[in-house]
């Protein structure tokens, strides 16, 4: 079991989930004997258990080979359905709270709002609803263009007082977006990005800022944001690769998404208190992040979902013994009726 940051594991490790918190966590003898028989169990012996995944997300977008193209032709009726499809998707690859960093129409807001009242199945959903962008910059067809402060405020202003839980700004280009900016190139100055945190700020809202170029991340550094989505270092001849990072990159989808995300109050770690976010996966992802593709159970929020989402009755039943063994350690309550 990953426990904590920097690779801290349990080799024998268990977690019992109440009402969708975790209630315990740690070696597994310790847990065993704060349940008693008739609390259901999961037993995953030669896999790991870690803290659910968080992500930056668009559900608005599609699969397809041009999804701009499609994103474009539909109208937001036509495109709820596929973002409501999408959403448990990601419960089944071990993602449990995503950032939907740009939509339009506020339909990521409408989504959060169905799946945490039980409507739909899916992670929890942080929406940022329309991001920023300068007139034709990236992702100018979700509605966000903006140019000087008036323009600036007003969008700020806007998507918060349509209930989004963050501002999203594009600070340079991006890939999708045809006859826009260079992926590498400014969009805005840092005095322009201040002035979308201080706005921000005014409503109590972080901002996160899209920055594939060295320029770009260096002016949202400076203007103050709060996370920085990509991070590339991107420049005009191309981009410099920090292999160093990949022995951090658990700890970048759990704990520390969760910090930069502002809920490590409740989840991002296996401890007490928090909420029952959960991954298992066969193999330890700490000595081959491959293993985080061999999904066997996500548990969102306390309700366990499988690869094509929320998982069967007779599923979880299945995995109950008559008899609790001693290696049948894991803990889960049973879902919510569909």
């Not at 740009?102 to 991001?131: F, S």
């Not at 966000?144 to 202003?157: H, K, Y």
């Not at 193999?283 to 159970?297: E, I, K, T, Y």
């Amino acid at each position: 079991m990953v426990n904590g940051p920097g690779g801290r594991e349990t080799a024998d490790g268990a977690v019992l989930v109440d009402k969708g918190v975790i209630a315990a966590a740690g070696p597994r003898a310790a847990v065993e004997a704060q349940a008693g028989p008739d609390v259901p169990r999961l037993a995953f012996p030669e896999g790991t258990l870690l803290p659910g995944l968080d992500t930056h997300v668009h559900l608005a977008l599609d699969a397809g080979p041009d999804p701009v193209e499609t994103l474009r032709a539909a109208t937001d009726t036509e495109l709820y359905p596929g973002m409501a499809e999408r959403a448990p998707r990601l419960l089944g690859t071990g993602v449990t709270t995503v950032r939907d960093l740009g939509d339009r129409g506020g339909l990521a807001v409408r989504l959060r709002e169905e799946i945490a009242a039980g409507l739909l199945p899916g992670p929890r959903v942080l929406a940022a609803g329309t991001p920023l962008t300068g007139p034709g910059g990236h992702c100018w067809f979700l509605g966000g263009e903006v140019e000087g402060p008036d323009a600036i405020r007003a969008a700020v202003r806007r998507n918060a007082e349509s209930g989004v839980d963050l501002i999203k700004v594009m600070a340079t280009g991006g890939g999708i977006t045809k006859g826009g900016p260079p992926v590498w190139q400014a969009q805005f100055t840092t005095q322009e990005l201040r002035l979308v945190a201080e706005e921000a700020q005014r409503f109590g809202l972080p901002v996160a800022a899209h920055a594939h170029g060295t320029e770009g991340i260096e002016a949202a550094v400076a203007a103050g944001v709060d996370t920085i989505e990509h991070c590339t270092w991107m420049s005009r001849d191309g981009f410099d690769v920090r292999e160093d990072l990949v022995a951090e990159i658990i700890d970048l989808a759990t704990t520390g998404a969760a910090q930069a995300l502002g809920i490590s109050h409740d989840t991002g770690r296996l401890t007490a208190g928090h909420r029952a976010d959960l991954l298992v996966v066969d193999g330890n992802p700490l000595s081959d992040v491959q293993a985080l593709r061999s999904v066997r159970l996500v548990v969102a929020g306390g309700r366990p979902f499988g690869p094509g989402g929320r998982l069967p009755r007779h599923e979880l039943r299945s995995c109950r013994p008559e008899q609790p063994t001693p290696a049948q350690a894991d803990r889960f309550p049973s879902p919510a009726p569909e």
